[in-house]
Structure formats: C-alpha cells, structure tokens
C-alpha cells in the first residue's frame, strides 16, 4: 500500500507564490523518481518538474525559472516552490513517484491531485 498527502494548493493573485508539498507513505522499499503534473479542466496532464534521487532535475519549459523542485529522500516527501504565479498556472497538481514497493515490481503511483488557482 502506498499513499500521497498533497498540501500547500489554494488561491493566489497573480504574481504571488505557494509551497506544494506531497509526502509518500506506506509499504516503500524506495523512490526513485518523484515530481509534479499538472491538469487543467479539458487539457491532458503535463510534466512541470521531476527530481531523481540523486538529485537531478527536469522542468517544464513554462515553468524554468519561477519553479523550484526539491526533495527530502529521508521523509519521502517532494515540494514544489512556485513564484511569480500566472493564471496559465491554474491546474490540478498531482504528485507522482516511480517507487520500488516492499512487495512487487517498481511501479508508478499518482496522488490525488490539488488545487491550484491564480485569479486576481
């Protein structure tokens, strides 16, 4: 059993910042990759960043230089800095995480999503 907590999404005005948080738990063994997707209502969900174990990074090209990935391998938990907030940023944020658990294969899981809205 794996589970995502997700926090950190609401509203913001445009130009502002939010902190994403998602902390995996349950029957790991270990992550090796986890990041951030992000859907808004009629489009396909999108990478915005991912951050390896050892600590590379890939970001989406709409998002290099106003997003910060970082990761704490020893709580399982990823964030997802946003600054300088634009309303295209208006999406369901999902974590994700290709992750060995104790019992099968490596997989990949998927939070439940939050919300994100930038709106004056």
């Known amino acids: 059993q794996v589970q995502f907590v997700e926090s950190g999404g609401g509203l913001v005005q445009p130009g502002g910042s939010l902190r994403l948080s998602c902390a995996a738990s349950g029957s790991i063994f270990s992550i090796y990759v986890m990041g951030w997707y992000r859907q808004a209502p009629g489009k396909q969900r999108d990478l915005v960043a991912v951050?390896?174990?050892?600590?590379?990074?890939n970001y989406a090209d709409s998002v290099k230089g106003r997003f910060t990935i970082s990761r704490d391998n020893g709580e399982n938990t990823v964030y997802l800095q946003m600054n300088n907030l634009n309303p295209d940023d208006t999406a369901v944020y999902y974590c994700?995480?290709?992750?060995?658990?104790?019992?099968?294969?490596?997989?990949?899981?998927w939070g439940q999503g939050t919300q994100v809205t930038v709106s004056s």
């Open positions: 994700n995480a290709q992750l060995k658990p104790l019992i099968g294969p490596p997989s990949n899981y």
């Open positions: 951050i390896r174990r050892g600590g590379s990074t």
